[in-house]
């Protein structure tokens, strides 16, 4: 029944609501804990060896300061002056306010570029746009992680409005032309990872 839910909640509950920048404030990031990444970032730092790191939507900075602290440099951008705000001081001067329907950055500029959790809160309409952008500025690795509309608590976000299966996200990049390599047994979050060599 939970499935059938989160199937019904996909298709005509998340479309109707609307991308709202405001709804990510002090409240939405509250609950969040402030400690480095230490997994997730020594696991990239040995698959992908990225001198430099850029995580969009890197909301209160952990991902950051786990790439920090293993030596590589990394930066974070969020559209969150609050989450922002809340990261430790620690790893505060590598994150800055950004938009990911607006990245400014150079092609190429990034060895390694993630994304988590970050497109479901995205308009579907946009979905190409940005990660034909966040491809642009990576120059090996590009990672996404999206919640899917299968996952237990996918419909409990009210700012989930972008909710498809594994398969309709495959689609997406493959329409783009990019190769999305296969997500080794052990990767972090490996259920919805997306793992894009450039140049494959």
């Known amino acids: 029944m939970s499935r059938i839910k989160s199937l019904i909640h996909s298709i005509f509950v998340a479309p109707s609501k609307k991308y709202k920048k405001e709804e990510f404030n002090a409240d939405y990031f509250s609950k969040l804990k402030l400690s480095p990444d230490v997994k997730k970032a020594s696991y990239y730092r040995d698959f992908f060896s990225p001198k430099n790191a850029l995580d969009v939507g890197c909301g209160i900075g952990n991902l950051v300061w786990g790439f920090v602290n293993f030596g590589v440099v990394a930066e974070g951008i969020d559209i969150s002056k609050d989450a922002i705000n809340r990261s430790s001081i620690e790893v505060r001067s590598h994150l800055k306010i950004g938009d990911i329907l607006n990245l400014d950055y150079p092609d190429n500029r990034f060895d390694l570029v993630n994304c988590s959790d970050t497109l479901e809160h995205i308009p579907e309409e946009a979905s190409c746009e940005i990660i034909r952008n966040l491809y642009r500025i990576t120059n090996r ?22 909710l498809h299966s594994k398969r309709w996200w495959a689609k ?4 783009l032309g990019f190769v999305v390599i296969k997500t080794p047994d052990d990767f972090p979050s490996k259920r919805n990872a997306f793992i894009i060599k450039k140049g494959a």
Not at 144 to 162: G, Q, S, V, Y
């Open 141 to 162: 690795w590009l990672v996404l992680n999206i919640c899917l509309w299968t996952e237990k608590n996918a419909r409990l976000d009210p700012t989930h409005i972008n």
């Open 172 to 175: 997406k990049i493959n329409q």
